[in-house]
C-alpha cells in the first residue's frame, strides 16, 4: 500500500504548477471574470503545453487540481473543451473517433455535453428534446439548458429521446448523438450574470427542426441513459478535483495571509478559533484527496465504484464551499477585495453540476441499502 504517486504524475502535477504559475495571475482571472470572457488564448496555450490530454487520466486529474488552485474559472476554462470526450471515447466507433476526437485532442475543436434541459438537470430521463428518426437522418426538436462551452464548441454529445418505450421505463428511450453547432435550425445564446466560473462558456441551445445523418447516432439506440451515466461517473472524479483545487487555492491564500500577519508581529491576532478552522480545512481537503483518488483508482481501471465516486464528489464539493466560506471570514476585507471572493462565488457550482449534491447522495443511498438488502 502506497500513498504516494509515481513519479511521471508527480511531474504532470508539477508541469501544471508550472504553468499556472506562467499563464494564471490573479488580474488575470479577475479580468475574465469581470467580462465573463473565455480564456481562448490561456486554453490554446494549455495545449501547447502538453497539459491537456484526456487520455492520461490521471495526470489530468491533478492537472486540474493544480490549474483550479490558480483559478476555478480560468482553470476549469483551460481544460474543458474535451467535456463529454468519454462518450464518443467509450461508445463511439472508429470513424467518429477519428472525425471527432483528433480534432479535440489536439485543441483543433472544442466540444460540449449537453444533457440538462429548462425543465431539469437531476431527473436525466425525463428529458423532452426528441430526434425523429426519417430515411438515413435524425431531426431534433428541444432545447438545452446551462451548457458548458454552449456557444463556442463546433459540436456537442447531445442526449435525445428517440422513443416512449411500451414498457413505461423513460429511460429505455434515450439516445447520444453527435450534433455540429452550425447546423440550420441551431441557436445558441450565451448566459451571463452567473454567479461563478465566469470565465467559462455557458449557453441556452435551442435546436427546431435540426437534421443530423444518422450515423451520428453513438453506440446503439436506446443506450442514451446509461451513455450518459457512464461518463457522469468519470466526470464527477474531475470536477472532485476542481473542488479540490479550489479548496486547496482558499487555504493557500488563508496560510499566506497569516503568515504575513505572524511577519509583522501580528500573532496575537491569530486567535485560538482561526488555529482550528484552518487546521479543518487542511483537514477536509486531505480527506477529499483520499476520497478522490481512491474513486479515481477504480474508474481509470474500468472498474467504476459509483459509491466512492458520488462521495468523493459530495465531499468535495462541501469541501471547496466550506474553505472558500471560512476563508472569507479569516481574512476579513483582504479577502474580500481579492481573488477569495471569485474562489467563494466559484466554489458553488462544484455543489450543482455534474449531479447536485443531493443526487450524489440519493446514489450512495440507493447503493448502500441495495449492498445491505444484497442486490447488485
Ligand atoms: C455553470 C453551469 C454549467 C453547466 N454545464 C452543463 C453542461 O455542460 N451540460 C449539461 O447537461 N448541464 C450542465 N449544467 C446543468 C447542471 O448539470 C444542472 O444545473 C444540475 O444537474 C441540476 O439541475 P437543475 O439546475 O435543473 O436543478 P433541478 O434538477 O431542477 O434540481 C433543483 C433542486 O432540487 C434538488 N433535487 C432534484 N431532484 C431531487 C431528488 N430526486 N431528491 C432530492 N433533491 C432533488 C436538486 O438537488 C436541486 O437542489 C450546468 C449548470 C451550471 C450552473
Redesign the pocket.
Same mark, same amino acid.
Given at each position: 500500500m502506497d500513498f504516494e504517486f509515481p513519479e511521471d504524475i508527480v511531474k504532470a502535477r508539477e508541469k501544471a504548477a508550472e504553468f499556472a504559475r506562467k499563464e494564471i495571475s490573479s488580474k488575470k482571472a479577475l479580468m475574465y471574470d469581470r467580462d465573463e470572457k473565455f480564456p481562448e488564448e490561456l486554453k490554446k496555450k494549455a495545449f501547447e503545453y502538453g497539459i491537456v490530454d484526456y487520455t492520461n487520466p490521471w495526470s489530468m486529474l491533478v492537472t486540474i487540481e493544480e490549474l483550479c488552485r490558480a483559478d476555478p474559472g480560468m482553470g476549469i476554462a483551460a481544460t474543458v473543451s474535451l467535456?463529454g470526450a468519454e462518450v464518443i471515447m467509450l461508445f463511439g466507433n472508429d470513424s467518429q473517433k477519428t472525425k471527432y476526437l483528433g480534432a479535440v485532442q489536439n485543441g483543433a475543436m472544442m466540444m460540449?455535453?449537453?444533457?440538462?434541459e429548462p425543465g =431539469?438537470?437531476?431527473?436525466v430521463a425525463g428529458i423532452k428534446t426528441t430526434a425523429r428518426k426519417e430515411g438515413n437522418k435524425y431531426i431534433i426538436n428541444g432545447s438545452?439548458?446551462?451548457?458548458?462551452? =454552449?456557444a463556442i464548441a463546433d459540436f456537442f454529445v447531445m442526449l435525445v429521446r428517440t422513443s416512449n418505450p411500451e414498457d413505461g421505463k423513460r429511460h429505455h428511450g434515450l439516445s447520444t448523438l453527435i450534433v455540429p453547432g452550425n447546423l440550420p435550425g441551431f441557436s445558441r445564446t450565451k448566459i451571463t450574470g452567473?454567479l461563478g466560473?465566469r470565465a467559462?462558456n455557458?449557453a441556452e441551445l435551442v435546436l427546431n427542426n435540426v437534421e443530423v445523418p444518422a450515423e451520428n447516432l453513438i453506440g446503439e439506440e436506446g443506450k442514451g441513459f446509461y451513455y450518459i451515466m457512464t461518463f457522469f461517473n468519470i466526470s464527477r472524479a474531475y470536477v472532485a478535483a476542481q473542488a479540490i483545487g479550489i479548496a486547496q487555492g482558499a487555504l493557500d491564500r488563508v496560510l499566506g495571509y497569516l503568515s504575513e500577519l505572524q511577519s509583522k508581529g501580528a500573532s496575537s491576532s491569530i486567535t485560538e478559533e482561526i488555529q482550528m478552522t484552518a487546521s479543518d480545512i487542511a483537514t477536509r481537503i486531505e480527506a477529499s484527496r483520499l476520497l478522490t483518488y481512491k474513486a479515481a483508482s477504480y474508474l481509470f481501471q474500468f472498474r467504476p465504484n459509483p459509491t466512492i465516486t458520488s462521495m468523493s464528489k459530495a465531499y468535495a464539493a462541501e469541501t471547496a464551499v466550506f474553505a472558500t466560506e471560512k476563508a472569507l471570514e479569516i481574512t476579513g476585507y483582504s479577502g474580500i477585495n481579492g481573488d477569495l471572493e471569485r474562489f467563494f462565488r466559484d466554489a458553488k457550482?462544484m455543489e450543482?453540476?455534474?449531479?447536485?449534491?443531493?443526487?450524489e447522495k440519493?446514489i450512495i443511498w440507493r447503493n448502500l441499502i441495495k449492498e445491505t438488502q444484497g442486490g447488485n
Open positions: 467535456f460540449g455535453l449537453a444533457v440538462t =431539469g438537470g437531476s431527473d438545452k439548458m446551462f451548457i458548458t462551452n =454552449g452567473k466560473v467559462t455557458t457550482i450543482i453540476w455534474e449531479g447536485t449534491s443531493e443526487i440519493l
